[in-house]
């Protein structure tokens, strides 16, 4: 595990600070304490509308990134997976500004004063994130300085422009004058031309210059134009791996675009736009042309965010400042190293084996691997199949069965959900082929998705010109759910075959992050998949379902009433446990009846990735409620919902995190797991995670958070991650060792026939 920040193991709230503890916390803590030393029992004793009881959403989904950049510092790392992970905390945040605090701000303009489940307003939770973003900055400058450094020992090097040789500049100049300055547009500022419109995310000049001789000031704004498959960021200067930010090389070379004007000074700066622009649907004549209008609103949404280069002059920042209309001392950002860190994808994806994380290749699943019947057959013979990405392909698994539904004579009809997907693999492709094969094909594409849109805009165009039938869910709600269902006419009935997933039909993100897959032909979960589209495609009114639970209308209250149970059972002699891996934990219901379980003697095991409301090991209330967040190199994606149900124990996967906003806005789909075999390989993800040490943290009563402590000597600790490739190998190397063995086994029998019959 890399180094971790002192502030961050403890209370003190030096850098980056991630603790939420409060004397009126410690206060709350003794005295629930107390209670329950003194054999307190009725739940009225205490309060479980303590605001001091809730971790504060945006506070712990920071605590989050703050363990993530974590890996950027751990120096048993490669060096280029840890430049990876700068970039991708500086992603992060930038969408945390656009959505967050953007949402924070419109509430704030809207005069809600109101404070959230923790008790802080929007404006006392702007300012707490502010603080804590601020103290990221400075970790991530702090890593970025050392990884350079150990970078350039290996020969990488980004230089400034001014330390390069003449012949280097020359080199640099004339690849500005072919290839950058076609793209330049210099647009002046003064009483002839307005504040110029300035683009979300992107990179800027602000160049101050005057007339040879001349004592006027003059101002403008030149926009670096950084676009991928247009011009990088970080321009190679030579074969070696020596680069220049491009918007050095813009400074450096002025001259060309304000020929016979003196270059006073040239200071970078960038701006973050909010990205809640939301329209009333219920209006809406046209959901499609309402989204493409929300994002070009959005374009010109308020800006929330001023970045600026360190020692910018006091004046050009404070008219920046003001000309957005943003608070120049909460909401300017001074920049010391890297602006706009997410661009180092691009060192990042250097071709540097070395310095990169052993290749990981998925595995077929074993069931998969060397049976080349219809996928279908499989499906019917096993009844269910569990499938681990990104230990075993998603390629050979969802792309199979949803290419095999293509072309199969006997398959009638395909419907989708589709929240997020890709031009590269094969899910599109095998959708379009169904259409051609004359199959009905039904997809709900998701508008909605969150910086998809315009993507997903493209897929549905592309989907109903290929004669599928198209649609964009229910009014009013996203539809998040990870679901394919083929209707195939069997050898003697109609039967339907299912995929219930917890990520999305993504073949680039299946490869990066931790997700589950079940393929099952079920007959009560077909009928009930079938009833959620004609609810998703028709006007049915929300159905009762059989087996799977739905959000926004069975879900939530089967959650709740499974862990009341679970409270119930514990309370009657039987042993309560509950064990729930998810990204987020943010329902305060659900957090409330979590509580109450745990007061009542339940043990709660919580894995959760990011965001949790939730506080561990508070005497008297959560003393057997454990919580651990897992960072490692895969993105931990995965749901799953265990209820020990009085030794009836329950096994749920699915979409659906325990957020408010997916258990009551969303359509969310988590489907039981009931064969044995497969919840064997569930209860080994929980345990694998749970006992693992390394790349654990362990949530501490205060709400911050600690590295799980790695043991003295003896063999190196692998994370659970590193532990379910290894079990995906052996899983691998044993079905092939099966198969040799069924294969030696059939020779044998072929040539022992022959001696018999032939008497060889």
């Not at 404006?123 to 804590?132: D, N, P, S, W």
């Not at 007959?523 to 006007?539: P, R, S, V």
Request: charged share 25%.
């Amino acid at each position: 595990m890399a180094n971790v920040p002192q502030s961050d193991r403890t209370a003190t709230d030096k850098g980056p600070a991630y603790s939420e503890a409060t004397p009126a916390t410690q206060e709350a803590t003794a005295t629930s304490g107390s209670k329950s030393q003194a054999g307190a029992s009725s739940e009225t004793e205490f309060d479980f509308d303590n605001a001091e009881l809730y971790l504060n959403r945006e506070l712990t989904w920071l605590a989050f990134n703050a363990r993530v950049l974590t890996m950027a510092d751990n120096p048993d790392a490669p060096l280029l997976e840890r430049v990876k992970f700068l970039a991708i905390i500086s992603s992060n945040i930038d969408e945390f500004q656009m959505k967050r605090i953007g949402g924070l701000k419109q509430q704030v303009a809207a005069g809600v004063r109101q404070p959230a489940v923790d008790g802080r307003t929007p404006v006392e939770q702007i300012a707490a994130c502010q603080e804590k973003v601020r103290g990221l900055h400075k970790e991530q400058n702090r890593i970025l300085r050392k990884v350079l450094g150990l970078l350039a020992q290996r020969g990488i090097q980004i230089v400034k422009y001014q330390s390069l040789t003449e012949e280097q500049k020359e080199i640099l100049r004339r690849n500005f004058i072919e290839n950058i300055f076609p793209l330049l547009t210099p647009l002046a500022m003064d009483p002839g031309h307005p504040f110029p419109f300035i683009s979300n995310l992107a990179l800027n000049l602000l160049v101050t210059l005057r007339h040879r001789g001349g004592t006027v000031p003059h101002i403008a704004r030149v926009k670096v134009p950084v676009a991928k498959g247009i011009a990088p960021r970080f321009v190679r200067v030579d074969d070696n791996y020596t680069f220049v930010a491009l918007d050095d090389i813009v400074m450096n070379n002025l001259d060309l675009l304000f020929p016979g004007m003196e270059i006073v000074s040239c200071e970078l700066f960038r701006v973050t736009r909010n990205a809640v622009v939301e329209s009333d649907e219920e209006e809406a004549d046209d959901l499609l042309q309402m989204i493409e209008s929300e994002l070009r609103h959005r374009h010109f949404a308020p800006i929330v965010r001023l970045q600026i280069a360190k020692g910018m002059d006091p004046v050009h920042r404070g008219m920046l400042a003001a000309e957005l209309g943003l608070d120049e001392a909460n909401d300017v950002y001074e920049v010391e190293e890297i602006m706009a860190m997410r661009d180092l994808f691009e060192i990042a994806g250097l071709d540097i084996p070395e310095l990169h994380d052993p290749p990981h290749k998925p595995i077929d699943h074993p069931r998969l691997a060397h049976d080349s019947r219809n996928i279908f057959h499989i499906i019917r013979e096993r009844g269910s199949l569990l499938f681990q990405h990104p230990y075993e392909s998603f390629t050979t698994s969802v792309e199979r069965f949803l290419q095999t539904a293509s072309t199969d004579p006997k398959v009638l009809a395909i419907k989708m959900t589709l929240y997020r997907t890709s031009a590269e693999g094969g899910i599109i492709d095998a959708l379009t082929q169904a259409a051609r094969h004359g199959k009905q094909v039904a997809v709900l594409v998701e508008l909605k998705a969150r910086f998809d849109e315009a993507a997903n805009i493209g897929w549905a165009r592309r989907l109903e010109q290929s004669g599928i039938h198209v649609t964009y869910g229910v009014v009013g709600l996203k539809t998040h759910s990870k679901v394919i269902l083929v209707v195939r006419k069997d050898y003697n009935k109609l039967r339907r075959y299912a995929h219930i997933g917890t990520g999305n039909y993504h073949s680039g993100t299946a490869r990066m992050y931790s997700d589950l897959g079940m393929f099952t032909c079920d007959e009560k979960i077909g009928q009930d998949l079938t009833e959620l589209f004609n609810y998703l495609t028709g006007y049915s009114p929300p159905p009762t379902y059989r087996k799977i639970l739905a959000a926004p209308y069975t879900l939530k209250r089967s959650l709740l009433h499974k862990i009341e149970r679970e409270q119930s059972l514990h309370s009657e002699g039987s042993t309560g446990h509950i064990q729930l891996k998810m990204n987020a934990l943010e329902d305060v219901d659900i957090t409330r009846a979590l509580y109450k379980a745990a007061r009542a003697g339940v043990k709660i095991d919580l894995i959760v990735r990011d965001t949790c409301r939730m506080r561990a090991g508070i005497p008297g209330l959560s003393e057997n409620v454990r919580i651990i967040s897992v960072v490692g190199r895969f993105l931990e994606h995965t749901r799953i919902y265990y209820f020990h149900n009085g030794g009836h124990e329950e096994y749920y996967i699915g979409s659906a995190d325990l957020m408010t906003r997916n258990l009551e806005s969303r359509v969310e789909v988590v489907a039981p797991v009931d064969d044995e075999r497969l919840r064997q390989e569930l209860r080994l993800i929980l345990d694998v995670q749970l006992s693992s040490k390394k790349d654990v943290w362990v949530m501490q009563q205060d709400g911050s958070y600690a590295p799980k402590p790695m043991p003295a000597g003896g063999e190196p600790e692998r994370s659970s991650q590193e532990t379910f490739i290894e079990l995906a190998q052996k899983r691998k190397a044993a079905a092939a060792k099966h198969r040799q063995s069924k294969l030696r086994a059939k020779l044998l029998t072929y040539f022992h026939k022959r001696v018999l019959n032939e008497g060889l």
